[in-house]
């Protein structure tokens, strides 16, 4: 999401009018690339943009420019169900999904999606 974007928009309108295209659409969710991730800062929650304000002393820091919805999904869908990937080597996580890809399907092939 992004912060300024929110925090300017929230007070004109609700979010909960519409679906996830009308979010998309009027700016509450942006999509961010690979480019553009090297100059953002991330929060992680709702927290981290509400730290700033309340102790800006212990705030780790007051200029993030966007929130992700939730933690999990900074890594993506297939890396987010890989077990402690905290804990783990880049690469081995980068290497189990790539095979978790392969390994997920559909149930059977009459599936209509």
Not at 67 to 92: A, K, M, R, Y
Request: charged share 20%.
């Amino acid at each position: 999401m992004l912060v300024t974007t929110l925090q300017r928009m929230w007070r004109r309108e609700s979010p909960d009018e519409g679906g996830w295209h009308d979010l998309v659409a009027k700016g509450f969710i942006e999509y961010i690339d690979t480019e553009a991730e090297e100059t953002t800062m991330i929060s992680m929650t709702i927290n981290d943009l509400v730290q700033p304000r309340l102790n800006p002393e212990e705030a780790y820091s007051d200029t993030y420019t966007h929130c992700e919805i939730h933690p999990s999904l900074i890594l993506g869908v297939c890396t987010s169900i890989i077990p402690f990937p905290d804990h783990n080597q880049s690469p081995w996580n980068t290497y189990q999904s790539a095979m978790g890809k392969q390994a997920m399907g559909m149930y059977m092939t009459n599936y209509q999606f």
